[in-house]
């Protein structure tokens, strides 16, 4: 039974820094990609950063570039969001999520995610 766990969320000041977890389990790891995925009130849930875990294939949102990094570390069936210079704007719940690559078509496209976290609150004040 495939799952995802998210952690890290908290509140933060503007310029400042977090990194976020996402622990997985009941599946195979290294055959999926990883988005992250962040949903503010009363907007769309938009893609953040995704990853292939086998493969260089990565995507960042235009919003994030140079700011946000994905990584894994795949032993320990682990993919972090390192969060920099965060802005108000970044106050969002975020999500992870677990798609297979034999369904993820586009790295962002969150219909192509299979498996979801529960999402962690980041609150980023001004």
């Known amino acids: 039974e495939a799952q995802l766990a998210e952690s890290g969320g908290d509140v933060v000041q503007a310029g400042g820094s977090l990194r976020l977890s996402c622990v997985a389990s009941?599946?195979?790891?290294?055959?999926?990609?990883i988005g992250w995925f962040r949903q503010a009130p009363g907007k769309e849930r938009e893609a953040v950063a995704c990853?292939?875990?086998?493969?260089?294939?990565?995507y960042y949102a235009d919003s994030v570039k140079g700011r946000f990094t994905i990584y894994s570390d795949n032993a320990k069936m682990t993919v972090y969001l390192q969060m920099n210079s965060l802005k108000p704007e970044d106050t969002a719940v975020y999500y992870c999520?677990?798609?297979?690559?034999?369904?993820?078509?586009?790295?962002?496209?969150?219909?192509?995610?299979?498996?979801w976290g529960q999402g962690t609150q980041v609150t980023v004040t001004s």
């Open positions: 999520a677990a798609g297979s690559m034999g369904e993820v078509v586009i790295l962002d496209d969150p219909k192509d995610y299979e498996h």
């Open positions: 009941g599946f195979g790891f290294d055959d999926y990609a």
């Open positions: 990853m292939a875990l086998n493969d260089d294939d990565e």
